[in-house]
């Protein structure tokens, strides 16, 4: 493939090099064509066979008049001393009375011509190139073409880039030319290009060759530029697309305004300085663009550093132009092109690294940047007037851009070759990635399923769990809230107390077990209802109080005078979290205190805190405090071993209720445990009367029903109720608790939820089908000790009024009972 490719470089460049040096050589003369002497040019001694294409160059010594505008009608005698010029070529370094004459002015030229028999009596073109200045052409007294506008002075003088072709009829065999040249804007002052004169179609066709010669040349740089603009869109990282495509387009613009002057035939009228200013801007430019292009693939030491000398160049000559006059923009060329020189060598220096870097199709770059260096010194010695030829650089400098871009094609070709080849493979190494990803997600949803099962498994533990233990603890905590209204000895009093803390304790644990399932599945919740909070610190308060028996500590609650009393929040959780701080602090010290603290902050944020004089923690354990299951302490110190959850439940459910929490702590003098919630403040004043009347008024009057198939929990809900209501019926459930209610009209039900036979949720149907038979809507309060997520999500689905959670209180029973009777 390697071969292949370098065949298909060289046949291109055989027939680049070909087109180049015909490109070259158009109108390079043959050595036996005829040259003006003194003014006169004798073409009919020769055959026009010998003419090449049958036209004449008109080349030699002219009579020259400086700063003279002869009469376009002039007649001379050849044959006295007149002062010549030769031409083509520039003014500047005529000598006139002694002096070189510059490039600034005006001048006459004249030459006879003798023209062949076979040109006789036949219309002839006289065809000029461009010149640097204006000029006006007649032939035997007549005018044949003018190009800008001849004057004799820098105001009526007005120079224009442009070829021009002038028809001629003779009915004689001399012609009297007469050129009038003026200059007063360019460097280059003078008849600097040859004049041609011959047949129509032979003018015409050289013509339209150097026209179609220059299109063919815009035509594909705007391609190439083109193409590459898209593939650089198309892949951005590799940048030396896009200053290909530059170098391309600037070189373009320069086409335009060089040699047929493309871009006036658009813009007859156009300004001067302005098309001076895109051919110079080309020139000022092309260069760095080219050195950044050869700079890809190489690396070299202060890269970057010459790449933006070069380019900061480039800008200085650019923006100078942009503010002087014409004449001082053409002198840069003189300056500039040493610059273009020192950068082309380099550029060429640069190649020969890249070949001994073995760097792909360097020596076909090389050959091309060497060709572009010669015609550039060429192009140098034209300028300079070393040599008369037509300027060759443009020829070199697009022999060099087809070079490059077949270069970047055959690059591309094999980088596409590769990306295809890598493609294969990856689409190979994608399907049995595939293969292997369909395998492991049939591996990984048998591993779902079999962790759904287990989920479902451990969901159902702990349901059954905290049902066999709540239903127990619902019967010890009553009896113990029943034996504590009695009249009891003092002694007894405290094994009360005693029942509630292990009560309290075991059932903090049972909750703290629970939340982390919840949180788990993210069904961890928030129960916004009114309270007292003094209430709650009362019942933390009898609890921890009873701790401090027999030991050298000390408890104290504090709350501020400020801190509103009545307030919207989750009680119960509030009080999960106290507990677990207070548990914590009073397990880890001693002696000393323990202090709960409540405040109040202007943002109505509720400030918490639980300080204690314990041995305190480092920062290393700080920073793992909140972590699930991390102990602080270790287990073979005297402190009692936790579940390592208690905390870690707190900071969740502190920020369920938008609120943060932080500890400080020294180690040996203690721990400081904060938390701030915010907290909606209640309207009303009095929540103590206010239930106090509702119970009285209300309360006393209603007919409640409960079902639970634990004589135990019947006994003692019966306990609770019988002082305030006196109209109880009590059932275990099943047909019985069905013929029950048909026969009675209820204010209220409560009911458990797991029974035999039927279960709370088939006796609510049931009850419910009989409410809507006699029109008659009963609240009915779901009873259970089941308490997780999707229990409570079932039981609000199902239709229940409400839920109590076991064990309860006599207070939590009457509270639900108001809650739904409103």
């Not at 102990?631 to 073979?636: F, G, K």
Request: with cysteine.
């Amino acid at each position: 493939m390697v071969l292949k490719n370098r065949k298909i470089i060289t046949i291109f460049l055989f027939f680049i090099t070909q087109f180049t040096i015909c490109q070259c050589n158009l109108f390079v003369l043959h050595s036996n064509l005829p040259v003006a002497k003194n003014g006169f040019l004798d073409l009919s001694n020769f055959d026009l066979g010998n003419i090449q294409n049958e036209f004449a160059v008109l080349n030699g010594e002219w009579i020259f008049f400086w700063n003279e505008s002869k009469n376009e009608k002039l007649q001379l005698n050849l044959n006295s001393e007149l002062e010549t010029i030769i031409v083509p070529g520039s003014w500047n370094q005529k000598i006139v009375n002694g002096e070189k004459i510059g490039s600034l002015g005006y001048a006459t030229y004249f030459l006879q011509v003798k023209l062949p028999e076979k040109w006789k009596n036949k219309i002839l073109i006289l065809r000029a190139d461009y010149h640097a200045g204006a000029y006006e052409i007649f032939v035997n007294g007549v005018l044949s073409q003018s190009v800008g506008k001849f004057g004799t002075t820098k105001e009526t003088s007005k120079n224009v880039h442009a070829p021009s072709i002038g028809y001629i009829y003779s009915n004689s065999d001399i012609l009297n030319i007469v050129i009038h040249e003026s200059n007063f804007e360019h460097r280059v002052g003078g008849v600097g290009r040859p004049l041609y004169l011959g047949l129509p179609k032979t003018i015409n066709s050289i013509s339209n060759q150097r026209r179609n010669s220059d299109l063919f040349s815009i035509s594909v740089l705007f391609i190439i530029s083109l193409y590459y603009i898209f593939y650089f869109l198309i892949r951005k990282s590799d940048k030396s697309n896009l200053i290909f495509a530059l170098l391309c387009f600037f070189l373009l613009i320069r086409a335009f305004v060089q040699n047929e002057q493309i871009l006036r035939e658009y813009f007859p009228n156009g300004d001067y300085k302005l098309f001076l200013l895109i051919e110079y801007s080309a020139m000022y430019f092309s260069p760095s663009i080219a050195l950044h292009f050869f700079s890809f693939p190489i690396t070299y030491p202060f890269k970057n550093k010459f790449l933006a000398i070069s380019y900061i160049i480039s800008f200085l000559y650019f923006f100078y132009a942009l503010f002087v006059d014409t004449f001082s923009i053409s002198l840069t060329v003189l300056q500039f092109q040493y610059i273009v020189l020192l950068i082309c060598i380099f550029t060429v220096s640069l190649n020969i690294l890249a070949i001994y870097k073995k760097v792909k199709y360097s020596w076909i770059s090389l050959c091309s940047m060497f060709i572009a260096l010669i015609t550039i010194i060429i192009d140098m010695m034209i300028i300079q007037e070393k040599i008369q030829i037509p300027f060759t650089a443009s020829y070199g400098l697009i022999f060099m851009i087809f070079t490059q871009g077949i270069i970047l094609a055959v690059r591309h070709s094999e980088a596409f070759r590769i990306n295809e080849k890598l493609t294969n493979e990856l689409t190979l190494f994608n399907e049995n990635l595939e293969n292997k990803v369909k395998e492991r997600t049939v591996e990984l949803n048998l591993a779902i399923e079999r962790m759904e099962k287990s989920v479902k498994a451990r969901n159902e533990f702990l349901a059954n769990m905290s049902h066999e233990i709540r239903t127990p603890m619902n019967i010890i905590s009553g009896m113990a809230q029943l034996l504590d209204e009695s009249d009891l000895k003092p002694e007894q009093k405290e094994y009360v107390s005693i029942f509630n803390i292990a009560n309290k304790t075991l059932l903090n644990v049972l909750n703290d077990v629970l939340d982390l399932s919840k949180l788990e599945q993210g069904f961890l919740s928030i129960d916004i209802h009114e309270f007292k909070i003094d209430d709650l610190f009362s019942d933390l308060n009898k609890i921890f109080q009873f701790k401090t028996k027999g030991t050298l500590l000390t408890f104290e609650m504090r709350i501020d005078q400020n801190v509103p009393l009545f307030v919207k929040g989750d009680s119960n959780r509030i009080s999960q979290i106290l507990f677990n701080l207070l548990s914590n602090a009073f397990k880890f010290t001693n002696k000393g205190k323990v202090i709960l603290t409540l405040s109040f902050e202007d943002n109505r944020l509720f400030v918490f805190s639980v300080r204690d004089t314990g041995i305190g923690m480092t920062e290393e354990k700080i920073s793992k405090l909140f972590i699930r299951f991390y102990q602080a302490h270790d287990t073979n110190q005297i402190f009692q071993r936790g579940t390592g959850l208690g905390l870690a439940i707190s900071k969740k459910l502190v920020e369920l209720m938008h609120g943060t929490i932080s500890v400080n702590s020294i180690l040996g003098e203690g721990s400081e445990f904060t938390f701030k919630i915010p907290l909606e403040i209640a309207t009303f004043r009095n929540l103590e009367n206010l239930q106090f009347q509702q119970t009285n008024k209300q309360m006393e009057n209603l007919k409640v029903f409960v079902i639970d198939d634990v004589q135990e929990n019947l006994l003692i809900v019966k306990k609770f109720l019988e002082k305030n209501i006196s109209d109880i019926y009590l059932s275990t459930g099943g047909n019985e608790a069905v013929n029950i209610y048909e026969e009675n009209l209820f204010d209220i039900v409560l009911m458990d939820i797991q029974m035999p036979n039927l279960s709370g949720f088939d006796l609510l149907k049931i009850f419910r089908k009989i409410d809507s038979d006699r029109f008659n809507f009963c609240p009915i309060i779901a009873f259970t000790a089941n308490v997780t997520s999707e229990e409570q999500r079932e039981i609000v689905e199902a239709g229940f009024s409400g839920f109590l959670s076991k064990p309860v209180s006599k207070k939590d029973i009457f509270d639900k009972f108001m809650e739904v009777l409103k």
